[in-house]
C-alpha cells in the first residue's frame, strides 16, 4: 500500500474533514477523497462516516488509523536515521514529554545541563498526563517522556523502555497565610476538616488512599482544569492540595507547602521507546537524574524497593556512556544496546 494515501487518511481522522485535509496535504478535496475510497475497497471495509461536523473513522478506520500512525512515524524514523548515518551529523530535534509537575521545574532544569553540554539543539517540551504521554512515545511523536507511577501506573509495554530516576513525597500546598504554614510534617488528622482542591484523577487516588490509612476522609470539594487551576484555589485560599514535592521550588509566591506524615509517594520515571532511540537520549536521562536526586537530595539512593513500594519487573539501567549513535554532539550518549532504555 502506498503510505502517501495512509497520510492522507489519518490527515482527514485527525482534522475531521476531508477539505482542511486536503489544504494540509496541498491536495484537491476530490484527490484526498479517491485516496480514502481506495483504502476503503483494498481494506474491503468502510473507514469514514460522515455526521454533522464533518467526518470521523469507524470502528474498523480507528484501529487502521492506530496503527497506521505507528508505521508511518517509524517510516519517518528510518529516513531520519539513514540521513543521520549519510551525514555523519544529527539534526535530529529531541521531543520531551512530561508530566504538569515535572514540566515546571526538573526537566527544564535538565534540557538547561544537556544543553550546556551538547551546544545547540531543537527541542520541544509538551505537558501531559503519564498516559498521555505513553501513548506518544509508542506513535513516535516523543523521544523521551518523563512520567509517575501515581495511579492508574505505568504500563509495562515491550515497546518501551523505561529508567527509574527517583521518589518523590507528596506535600500540601497551603495559602502562605494558612496557620500549619511553615510548620513542620502533619498528619492527615489535623487537616481533616480541610476541603481539598483536585486536578486529575490520579493525585486524587493518592489523596484518598492516604486519608483512609489515617482512618479520616478527604474532602476533594473543588475540581480544577489543570495544575495552575488548582495552586490558584490554593492562592486564594478556597482549598489545600496534595502536589509532588519536587514541584515546592517551582511554586508560584503566594503559595508553600508542608509536609506530611508518613506521605504517599510516587515513583518518577523516564521512559522511551526501544527503537531508535534519539542520539542525546542517554545524556538527558543522566541530568534527569541529576535533577531528581537536586530536588530530593535524601532520597537519591532510595528505589522503590526500599520505600515499601513494588519495583516493576524488566525496569533497565541504562549506560549512556557507550557509544553507538549515529554521529553528533549527543550520539555518546545514545543507547548502543538493544533493550537498553533510552
Not at 496503527?67 to 544529527?90: F, K, M, P, Q
Not at 489535623?190 to 493525585?203: K, V
Not at 553507538?324 to 532504555?341: H, L, S
Request: net charge neutral; with cysteine.
Amino acid at each position: 500500500m502506498d503510505l502517501t494515501v495512509w497520510r492522507s487518511f489519518v490527515t482527514v481522522c485527525r482534522l475531521g474533514s476531508l477539505s482542511a485535509a486536503a489544504a494540509e496535504l496541498h491536495h484537491t478535496q476530490s484527490a484526498v477523497s479517491r485516496q480514502v475510497a481506495n483504502l476503503e475497497r483494498q481494506l474491503g471495509a468502510p473507514l469514514l462516516e460522515r455526521h454533522a461536523r464533518g467526518v470521523r473513522p469507524t470502528p474498523a478506520g480507528e484501529v487502521f488509523r492506530r496503527h497506521a500512525l505507528v508505521t508511518l512515524n517509524e517510516a519517518d524514523r528510518a529516513v531520519r536515521a539513514v540521513r543521520d548515518v549519510r551525514d555523519g551529523v544529527s539534526d535530529r530535534p529531541l521531543a520531551v514529554g512530561a508530566t504538569p509537575s515535572l514540566a515546571a521545574g526538573i526537566v527544564p532544569e535538565a534540557i538547561r545541563d544537556l544543553l550546556q553540554h551538547t551546544g545547540p539543539l531543537r527541542w520541544s517540551l509538551l505537558p501531559g498526563l503519564s498516559a498521555q504521554l505513553h501513548q506518544r512515545v509508542i506513535t513516535g511523536d516523543l523521544d523521551i517522556a518523563v512520567v509517575t507511577d501515581a495511579p492508574p501506573g505505568v504500563p509495562h509495554d515491550p515497546r518501551i523502555d523505561r529508567r527509574f530516576l527517583g521518589l518523590d513525597d507528596m506535600v500540601v500546598a497551603l495559602p502562605v497565610g494558612h496557620p500549619h504554614a511553615g510548620r513542620g510534617p502533619v498528619d492527615m488528622q489535623t487537616l481533616a476538616e480541610e476541603t481539598w482542591a483536585e486536578d486529575n484523577d490520579g493525585s486524587a487516588a493518592l489523596l484518598r488512599l492516604h486519608a483512609a490509612r489515617a482512618g479520616v476522609g478527604a474532602r476533594i470539594d473543588l475540581a480544577a482544569a489543570d495544575l495552575p487551576g488548582k495552586l490558584a484555589l490554593v492562592a486564594t485560599g478556597h482549598a489545600i492540595a496534595l502536589v509532588p514535592g519536587v514541584l515546592a521550588r517551582a511554586l508560584r509566591g503566594d503559595v508553600t507547602t508542608v509536609g506530611l506524615v508518613d506521605p504517599p509517594t510516587r515513583g518518577i520515571y523516564a521512559i522511551g521507546p526501544r527503537r531508535d532511540p534519539h542520539p542525546c537520549a542517554g545524556l538527558l536521562l543522566d541530568r534527569l537524574a541529576a535533577a531528581v536526586a537536586s530536588a530530593r537530595p535524601s532520597e537519591a539512593a532510595r528505589t522503590p524497593a526500599a520505600s515499601g513500594q513494588g519495583t516493576y519487573p524488566g525496569d533497565v539501567t541504562v549506560h549512556p556512556d557507550r557509544s553507538g549513535g549515529t554521529g553528533g554532539a549527543c550520539a555518546g550518549g545514545a543507547c548502543a544496546d538493544v533493550g537498553e532504555a533510552c
